[in-house]
C-alpha cells in the first residue's frame, strides 16, 4: 500500500493507524513493515494510487481474497481505492501499449471473481421502468448493457476494458465472473479501480409503482483474484 503524506521537509506530520472492531472473543495482531520513501524518488507510485506494480505480468488480489470455500462475504466493505501498473518495456523493446487482466486459476471454485451476486435475479428497471433479465450464467458486466446497470454497488472498473474476443466495450465488471477470456484496455497508464459500499445482502431498489425489481444478489461476495499482461 502507498499512502501520499505530506513532506516533511515542509512540516512535521503523523501517519495514524486507527482500528475500530466490534465485540469479540478472537485475538488480533499484526506485523506492519512501515517503509518512508524520499519525495522524488524514481519508484515511487503515482499520486492516488493505493497499490503500484512494476513488472510486465504477475497477480493483484482484492484485500481479505482467499482461495478458500465460503458462504459469507470475504471482501472488505468500503472500499474506494486506485491499482496502478507501470508501463514496462518488453522484450522487443518496446513499451507495453496494452494491458489485459484474467481471473487467476482457482482450486475453489467461483472465487476468482465474485461481486455482487451471480446473476440469477433482475437488475434495476432502467429509465422507462422496464426490467432488464440478466442471463444465470452470465453476470459478468462485459456482456451486455444490463449487466453493466447492475454494478451499482460493487464492482471493478477497467478504464477502455474490451473483450478481446467479441470487441464488446465496457468500464465496469461485477457478478460470478470476469468474462470467459479476458478484459483487455489500451488506456494509459493502466490501472484499476475497486468500489465496494457497505450492503451485503439482496437489495430492492425504488421502482415505479406495480414494477418490482429485485437487483443482484450482494452477499458472499469474495472479491477478486486477477493475473495481468502487458502486451
Known sequence: MYLDVPSSATKPSDVQLIFNFATGTNTRAWNIKIAMLPCGASYLAPSECLQYFTTASGRVKSFNWQDVATTTTRQLNNQNYKICFRAETLASGSSATQMCV??????????????????????????????AAVPAAAAAAGTGTAENTGCTYDFLAIAGGFDPVTGKINDRYCGGSLTSTSVCTKMRPFSLN????????????????????????????TGFCLDYQEK
Open 194 to 221: 475497486f468500489g465496494t459500499d457497505d450492503t451485503e445482502a439482496a437489495i430492492t431498489p425504488a421502482v415505479p409503482p406495480g414494477k418490482p425489481v429485485t437487483q443482484l444478489i450482494d452477499n458472499a461476495n
Open 102 to 131: 484474467s481471473a487467476c486459476t482457482t482450486t475453489t471454485p467461483f472465487v476468482g471473481f465474485f461481486l455482487t451476486g451471480t446473476g440469477t435475479a433482475a437488475v434495476p428497471a432502467d429509465p422507462s421502468g422496464t426490467p
